[in-house]
Nanobody, 128 residues
Framework: QVQLVESGGGLVQAGGSLRLSCAAS????????MGWFRQAPGKEREFVAA????????WYLDSVKGRFTISRDNAKNTVYLQMNSLRPEDTAVYYC?????????????????????WGQGTQVTASA
């Protein structure tokens, strides 16, 4: 069973950048498609971005396209989320998640149920 640990969150002014990392242990990251979700206070958790096991396919929430980039380094067992031009509405706890069954290729990459393992989250705050 893979364990996921997020890092890189913090406080940044609107327009700034952060890079989140998700380190995997207890498993080989290349066996999993990976995703990032976020949850703002008082809101449901929502999909942000996903990447296939090889890095060859990516998916994004419309509101982050052109600002966020998901990538992975399987040799380092790490997935990244580069976030540029951050907005106050991006403020949330960000979670990484792993899809073991290949559900992302069924078109349900945006659903929490497509993912089998989750990290504990890292807080991102973009101040106005």
């Amino acid at each position: 069973q893979v364990q996921l640990v997020e890092s890189g969150g913090g406080l940044v002014q609107a327009g700034g950048s952060l890079r989140l990392s998700c380190a995997a242990s207890g498993g080989t990251l290349s066996n999993y498609n990976m995703g990032w979700f976020r949850q703002a206070p008082g809101k449901e958790r929502e999909f942000v971005a996903a990447v296939s096991w090889s890095g060859g396919r990516t998916w994004y929430l419309d509101s982050v396209k052109g600002r966020f980039t998901i990538s992975r380094d399987n040799a380092k067992n790490t997935v990244y989320l580069q976030m540029n031009s951050l907005r106050p509405e991006d403020t949330a706890v960000y979670y990484c998640a792993a899809d073991q069954r290949g559900d992302l290729f069924s078109g349900i990459y945006y659903k929490e149920g497509a993912y089998d393992y989750w990290g504990q989250g890292t807080q991102v705050t973009a101040s106005a």
